[in-house]
């Protein structure tokens, strides 16, 4: 049976509405960053000019209205894009996003990644590794949740222990802590942990790093 003619089947071994092939390209269309050709999709799955336009046409009339994404010709491509007729509720958690958006000073990033590779750690030992105090950069980096108080260390005074959150873990795009890059892999690659943290390879600036889900830290 041709591939366009297929049916993904549900768990429950009933055929879809959709067939296999209408599905790849709503799949490729979901991935690509700007509008896909028909010739590109032809070569891509090796069908021919006829069954990616039926496909196509399959595909937008299974989204329809109903659905919250749309396919679209856009400048000599396809694209799949929202919905128009929930343009309302989109707007509304644009701006809820950009509520919670973030720009962290270098010296916030810095501290965040003194933090993320000595953990636990001191507010003493992280001065000593930055060579300034870094009181109110860690409140602020406590306040957003970013990292957290794990204790006390057993020494005179009996100071703070600090280290990372889920959060960081989140918003840096990572699994776990151990999925940082050593310091000696870095070396290796002449890269500085802060440049890692920021996606940064470029000379310290005054312009704050923005991220997603934060607010604004000095």
Not at 37 to 51: D, F, K, N, Q
Not at 82 to 109: C, I, M, Q, Y
Not at 120 to 148: C, D, M, N, Q, Y
């Amino acid at each position: 049976m041709s591939r366009s003619l297929q049916k993904i089947e549900g768990a429950d071994g009933q055929a879809s509405r959709l067939s296999v092939l209408a599905a790849q390209i709503e799949a490729l269309l979901f991935l690509a960053s700007s509008p896909v050709p028909e010739g590109e999709m032809r070569t891509v799955l090796g069908v021919s000019a006829g069954e990616v336009s039926s496909a196509l046409s399959e595909l937008s009339d299974h989204l329809g209205n109903s659905h919250g994404l749309v396919v679209r010709s856009v400048a000599g491509g396809w694209v799949l894009e929202t919905n128009p007729h929930f343009a309302e509720v989109l707007a509304l958690f644009r701006d809820s996003a950009r509520k919670g958006r973030v720009r962290l000073s270098r010296a916030a990033v810095e501290t965040l990644a003194v933090i993320a590779y000595n953990q636990p750690v001191t507010r003493a030992e992280v001065e000593e590794l930055r060579g300034v105090r870094s009181e109110r950069v860690i409140e602020t980096l406590l306040s957003h949740g970013l990292i957290r108080i794990a204790g006390r260390k057993k020494a005179s005074g009996s100071p703070l222990l600090y280290r990372t959150t889920p959060r960081f873990l989140e918003i840096f795009g990572l699994e776990a802590i151990a999925d940082l890059p050593s310091l000696e892999e870095l070396g290796e690659l002449g890269a500085d942990p802060l440049d890692d943290l920021t996606g940064s390879g470029e000379e310290s600036s005054s312009e704050p790093a923005e991220y997603g889900e934060m607010t604004d830290a000095p």
